[in-house]
């Protein structure tokens, strides 16, 4: 029988071998081995008692010391990356736990920053009423003073006194508010009653009974009084009394109000008020062409 070291490569071996020594390789055996010595490599026994294919590969013992080193060490890596990721899981879940945390923190400033803003809006929406009442007070304000600055500029605007005498209209106007309707101011002074009724308001003046009485028992004793307006059907109001002055001062006639001396003389009311307020100012006062001119009776 023969003896066969072999080293790799594909064979086929037919004939019987008494010892076979394969490193390696592909061996188709059809014959009768007696040993078979096989480092590597793969054998198909096509002996016809016996087709069974098998493999073998027989290694040494420091290779086999190496491999179970490396697994060793696989198996150490896998729980070390085992408990790598046990720890990451339960950071994880700390992350999210105080995530929610944050979450449920900033749901309630955002509440609260709504809630904030809401009666912001309320507030804004109370005051807006009031700050419209302001508003309409100051152009009320605005607009007498507008119409002021408008007579005296139409008069001569370079003169303080004619600023003084309508300055002193107007508190005349306030003085005789407490007892005397808007509409008798109105007509008495040429201002609008809602404007006289809103610059009232914004000073602290007040209709009353008690001011009223007040003002009679002034004027009684003063040799005056409150008279109703012609025609009946109009509530009292106050009256200044009107003289008409002829050049040289002697007085020709006293009237108990415009109203009065307008019907007497067939001048208007505004003129014979206009005459009035111009008499006090020697190089305003103004005559007619009859020659003479009104004044308020002092």
Do not use: W
């Not at 014959?31 to 290694?59: F, W």
């Not at 150490?76 to 990451?88: D, F, G, P, R, T």
């Amino acid at each position: 029988m023969n003896n066969y070291i072999i080293n790799g490569g594909s064979h086929s071996i037919t004939e019987p071998v008494e010892t076979l020594i394969a490193h390696g390789g592909v061996y188709y055996i059809r014959g009768n081995i007696g040993s078979l010595t096989l480092h590597g490599g793969v054998v198909y026994d096509q002996r016809p008692s016996n087709r069974v294919e098998y493999r073998t590969e027989k290694i040494t013992e420091e290779e086999r010391r190496k491999y179970e080193n490396k697994i060793y060490n696989l198996e150490v890596k896998l729980s070390n990356a085992n408990h790598e990721v046990l720890m990451l899981r339960e950071k994880l879940r700390e992350s999210q736990a105080n995530e929610d945390d944050r979450t449920q923190s900033d749901d309630v400033l955002i509440r609260k920053i709504y809630h904030l803003e809401s009666e912001l809006a309320k507030e804004q929406a109370a005051h807006k009423d009031d700050v419209r009442v302001y508003q309409e007070r100051i152009d009320a304000v605005l607009e007498v003073n507008e119409t002021l600055r408008h007579r005296i500029e139409d008069r001569d605007k370079h003169s303080q006194e004619i600023a003084d005498r309508h300055i002193d209209i107007l508190a005349t106007c306030l003085s005789l508010y407490p007892f005397t309707p808007d509409k008798d101011l109105e007509f008495e002074f040429g201002i609008p009653r809602d404007k006289i009724s809103m610059v009232a308001r914004i000073l602290g003046v007040a209709k009353s009974k008690e001011a009223r009485q007040e003002a009679v028992e002034y004027l009684a004793k003063q040799d005056r009084e409150l008279i109703q307006r012609r025609g009946g059907a109009h509530p009292n109001h106050f009256t200044k009394t009107v003289e008409q002055v002829a050049k040289n001062g002697r007085v020709i006639n006293t009237f108990v109000s415009t109203t009065e001396a307008m019907e007497a003389t067939g001048y208007d009311k505004t003129t014979v008020r206009k005459y009035c307020q111009r008499f006090n100012n020697r190089k305003e006062r103004i005559y007619t062409k009859e020659g003479f001119t009104f004044r308020y009776k002092v």
